[in-house]
């Protein structure tokens, strides 16, 4: 069952009952102000940081669901009826709700009694506000008397302390009212240099700040007491609960239509003219009015719209692809790059699934979303890079997550989950295939951001692949620390204590737990670094590398090889996980594709068991299940995998992020079908026929589907902010369709599904335009390739010496 479908002209998901399974949402903004809006409008707002500078109040595990965000009601003055143009929160039932989520924008709107209203949201690409985009539209043929009501909830800034710290808080909520301006200023008149505002294009009949002279005691935004009587008591709040609420008044003649625009913004002063007159404790307003009269102005929202259309256009234009089948071409062309955009400024803090007061930006995480997005901002991913490395330990190792306002490491998480270096190495490598920026390796980078650390980038990941070296157990496999990519195989953590943090207890740490994960991602890391030194002319270096790389290959082979698939690990204990001889647990996913990938076993063979073994045993219909069989236990020696109810998250669901590993390794192998086949499996538009079951948003993946040993198998949580995008991206774009940037060029090596009859795709790849033609002529994934008319040798097309290059591959 569907609940909307797909606008691939205008690259939207048109969603066509309010009623979605779970809130489906949307992102907007792509600098420093970011807001999440549903599709019946719930969602909130913040500049930066989701967690220290919120904009307004949402209340997460709330009931009624999604109950919360960008409120409008209309009111018809003949008889006193109300309702939400967004359906939420009256839950009227409106005509022709759509909700029009597009790139960085929504179109939410319904008629009612003859009434239509369509809202249009976003925030301009240069301005740290949104902009509420009301048209009204009288389609009967009265005249009809509106009344029409904003509404924002403001949170008081740190949205932890907001929800805990209630003694302090009911009493520092502070605002001003100028003209149609509601300014949220609490804490401004101590030691902030900010504060928010919700502005209205129209003069006002009333207004109000304080949430209960708007609500009325006991209700709720479903039925404000306001709203009810048509009336609005200007209230100035003081503590409590700082809302923004605008009154209006409309008059609409048969088929007339009026436009609305609201604004709800962020801005900072110097701190040294705050106020004015500088002798008050009123906000300087100066500096913000010229931002607020420009985005008032429809012809500028207008303007602002058209940019930030053409932004996206910029953006998806660097991979254009028309293959055989559609579900391909719309994740490629547009939701999936669009979600990597979002994993990207938010990695894991603000979704309907991450609270925004938890993470911050993942060591791990940020430099997998980076091969999803670098192709996209090769700048700012040369930042994030960057960044990264700054929170380098000088041993090696790495802050696990650090914090967005300030760039650093946070103590809390801290270190000692041993695949992070290997990470950045992979994340560096991928930066440098995209752009050839060979420059960016001599950039001094500090050590735990300590001035005076400062070491060339080449000497962090030098060090990254030095700290594994440093750390091998006993069958010279990688220590596993406190985890590695599975965050929730703990192996030395031993917690018998509800509440205590799996991931940064560490009870027992015995130097025996071991890692064939880590195994595989050094064995990438060290190849890829060793690449690297080629280029630099480094030949010992890159060989001593490569000497690395091969004694790894050969410690997974001797230690890491269970008969039929790729061990998982070694406990504390030294007892095997991921074996057969296991009772539960007895296959895991990752290595199978990760040491594929590492190159481990492909020509003997190896691989290709442990991918036999992975469909055999699996492989599902809703993707490749994490591991089996579950535990159905908890494990003291295992960790968080085993706390999970069977089928759930790491215990044995479809781990979507891992799922990519394995359609690459296929696609490693050759067989191209079943590359492609797994990657429909969890494709979101391929399984918009099934959103009833699936639930999540059809356009977006999501981190998990429960697995067969759950009670829902086939449903999907934890939408948008995985590490799935990224890599779904990577193994459908760069392995299956084969477009590939190496470090010397771009590599056009499809290997594609029988059925296929080949593809067409346009790259834009360092400077140049890359029009690729692939033509099937015979069954196998023989290639050759010509570039501008003339045959080549192998697939890979040197640096680009003309803005175009026409390419063609035969294959077969
Ligand atoms: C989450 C984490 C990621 C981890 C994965 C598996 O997605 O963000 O870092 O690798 O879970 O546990
Ligand atoms: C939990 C989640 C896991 C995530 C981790 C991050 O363990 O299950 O997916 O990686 O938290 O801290």
Redesign the pocket.
Known sequence: MRFGYFDDANREYVITRPDTPLPWINYLGMQNYFSLVSNTAGGYAFYQDARLRRITRYRYNNVPLDMGGRYLYLRDQANGEFWSPTWMPTRHNAEDYTCRHGLGYSLIGSAYRGIRADVRFFVPLDASLEIWDLAVENLSDTPRSLSLFSSVEFCLWDALDDATNFQRNLNIGEVEVEGSVIYHKTEYRERRDHFAYFACSEPLEGFETQREAFLGPYRGWENPQAVESDHTAHSLGVGWSPVGVHHLRLNLAPGSKQRVIFLLGYHENPLDDKFSPPDSQTIHKGTVTPIIKKYLDPVHVDQAFDALRAAWDDLLGVLQVGSPNEHVDRMVNIWNAYQCMVTFNLSRSASYFESGIG?GMGFRDSNQDLLGFVQMVPERARQRLLDLAATQLENGGAYHQYQPLTKRGNDAVGSNFNDDPAWLVLGAAAYLKETGDWDILEEPVPYENQPGTEAPLLEHLQRCIQYTLDRLGPHGLPLIGRADWN??LNLNTFSDQPGES??TTTNRDGKVAESVVIAALFIMAAKELSAINVHLGLADESDRLNHLAAGMTETVWEHGWDGDWFLRAYDHFGDVVGSKTCTEGKIFIEPQGLCAMAGVGIEEGLAGRALKAVENYLATEHGILLLQPAFKQYYLHLG?ISSYPPGY??NASVFCHTNPWVMIAEAILGDGDRALDYYLRINPSQREEISDLHRCEPYVYAQTIAGTDSTSFGEAKNSWLTGTAAWNYVAITQWILGIRPEFDGLRVEPVLPHGWDGFQATRKFRGATYEIQVVRQGKGNALSLSVDGEPIKGTLIPAPTADKVAVKAVIG
């Open positions: 993470r965050d929730c799996f991931q968080e998250k790491e």
